[in-house]
């Protein structure tokens, strides 16, 4: 029985018209944009949770020592913290370099589930780095007056 080229190509399972390169993520025309698309969609909406668990931990110190921040709490104090916020979600960013270079070197499934996991290490550390700037940085050098 004769094979329809415009149903089916040589090569089982993709469809016609469509080359081995073109059938992947490398050169499909306006794959970069559906890439970036799609990571947004992963990383944009943990951006929220990973900015309220480091908003958590903030506060989580400020309750359990407020005696001693009692005197931080000024105007200029929140914009020191807003500054160090906004650092925060600069370095959240990182997440889209690590997209750029591993997204290519896996299959769709499996970048998801690095994904996840990139997402896990790197808020850890984000929070294991918080309390070390809050421990170290910030707490010793509360003055009272």
């Known amino acids: 029985m004769p094979t329809n080229d415009s149903q089916s190509s040589p090569e089982r399972g993709k469809p016609a018209g469509k080359s081995e390169v073109q059938s992947g993520r490398e050169a499909a025309p306006g794959s970069s944009w559906k890439e970036l698309m799609n990571a947004a969609r992963f ?7 990973y900015n309220l668990l480091l908003t958590g931990v903030v506060l989580i110190w400020i309750v359990k020592t407020w005696p001693h921040f009692r005197p931080a709490m000024t105007l200029e104090s929140l914009g020191i913290m807003t500054v160090l916020a906004l650092l925060a979600n600069l370095c959240y960013c990182a997440a889209y370099l690590a997209e ?3 997204q290519n070197a896996s299959s769709g499934a499996e970048w998801n589930r690095l994904r996840r996991v990139i997402w896990v290490i ?18 010793p050098f509360v003055q009272h007056p």
């Open 122 to 139: 790197g808020t850890g550390l984000a929070i294991l780095f918080e309390n070390y700037w809050i421990a170290d940085e910030i707490y």
């Open 43 to 49: 990383w944009e909406p943990r951006r929220l949770l």
């Open 100 to 102: 750029i270079l591993i």
